[in-house]
């Protein structure tokens, strides 16, 4: 079973839009969808801001990051301890990445992001553009 690790971009877009929504309705049954809990928590903090820019349902958004959390698989950041170190020294642009970085290494997976932090960091990283590719093979 194929797997990837869904950055809190991905939570938040799935959240507000369809098109990620979709994406990952249509191939939770073949792969598994991680993220570090605190993926989950900045989502929630991130919504609210961008409904109120944009005349979104806030509601309707909370709703399906709701339903979200029986598609995607949130790790506890305890469990990531082992690998904080080392993914800390892999985004030093941004150290608040690092859980994203340290469930990739501890489930050895991919990660799905728009946020460039990410490229260069020795694992690899598909965008939403390009994930389907992954996916369906």
């Known amino acids: 079973m194929k797997g990837l690790i869904v950055d809190a971009n991905i939570l938040v877009r799935a959240a507000l839009g369809t098109r ?3 994406i990952l309705e249509g191939f939770h049954r073949k792969t598994t969808f991680s993220a570090p809990d605190v993926c989950l928590s900045d989502a929630r ?31 506890e950041l305890r469990h990531l301890a082992f690998w904080e170190q080392e993914a800390r020294e892999r985004v030093p642009r941004d150290p608040d990445d690092w859980p994203v970085v ?18 260069g960091c020795g694992i690899a990283t598909w965008i939403t553009n390009t994930v389907e590719i992954y996916l369906r093979d």
């Open 45 to 75: 903090k991130k919504i609210p801001e961008i409904c109120r820019k944009h005349g979104l349902d806030q509601n309707q958004a909370f709703d399906v990051l709701t339903y979200l959390e029986k598609i995607v698989e949130f790790v």
């Open 20 to 22: 990620v929504r979709s």
């Open 102 to 119: 340290a469930t990739a290494l501890a489930l050895d997976l991919p990660i799905w992001t728009e946020d460039r932090d990410f490229f």
